[in-house]
């Protein structure tokens, strides 16, 4: 459990029992409900992560776009739902040798324009013979991006790195040297479900 839920859950619960107290029993229990709920989307699980030369997905949620191209990285996009996991984990091993900020706006996350448009929070992770980078970008109701590390920071693959909070969505940046092994539709679970192989021949990362 991510200790923000258990302070949502503990100020609405207050809330509530104020609400209850001052009015009538049942004007309290939105408040009890929203308590629940955040104790529901703030959980975080453990998770099994896959040994070997292999990227995992940096978030759950569902696969909703992948662009490949030969002139730039190749990019896997995931959409978090308010129901998804929200913690995020580290793609890869290694070392964070870039984190940018860039300001923006909250379109829904699901649309591809969110890619270039929303606030979003840019990491990159230096590994061995490889570099990956992956965005956490705010969405429609998403309004705070937290990370955990800085710059300078090294983080085994499947660590726990960051949030959003509520729906958003996670882009993910890789080179040549990888495979893809997922598509679009697929359901992902940060830390456990492997979104691309090193090509034969690669170094480990």
């Known amino acids: 459990m991510v200790v923000d839920g258990i ?3 503990i100020g609405l619960t207050a809330g509530g029992a104020l609400v209850w107290y001052l009015t009538k029993p ?13 104790l529901y989307f703030f959980r975080d699980p453990d998770r099994q992560i896959p040994e070997g030369p292999v990227a ?15 002139s730039a990285p190749s990019r896997i996009s995931i959409f978090l739902n ?24 909250y379109l829904v996350a699901s649309r ?10 840019t990491v990159t992770i230096d590994g061995e013979r490889t570099t ?8 429609l109701i998403a309004r705070r991006i937290v990370f955990y590390k800085q710059t300078g920071d090294r983080v085994a693959k499947g660590e726990r790195v960051g ?19 997922v598509k679009p539709g697929d359901r992902v679970h940060g830390g456990s479900s492997i979104l691309a192989r090193r090509k034969q021949g690669e170094c480990r990362s």
């Open 7 to 9: 302070l949502y859950a």
């Open 26 to 38: 049942w004007f309290g229990l939105p408040f009890f409900a929203l308590s629940l709920f955040c």
């Open 56 to 70: 995992v997905s940096p978030a759950d949620g569902k696969v909703v776009g992948i662009r490949s191209e030969a």
């Open 82 to 105: 308010v129901f998804d996991v929200h913690v995020n984990r580290a793609p890869i091993g290694g070392t964070i040798s870039k984190v940018e900020y860039t300001r923006g706006k």
């Open 112 to 121: 591809e324009i969110a890619s270039s448009q929303n606030e979003r929070n």
């Open 132 to 139: 990956v980078s992956f965005a956490q970008i705010a969405g």
């Open 163 to 181: 949030l959003i909070k509520f729906g958003s969505r996670v882009d993910v940046f890789l080179g040549p040297e990888w495979e893809i092994a």
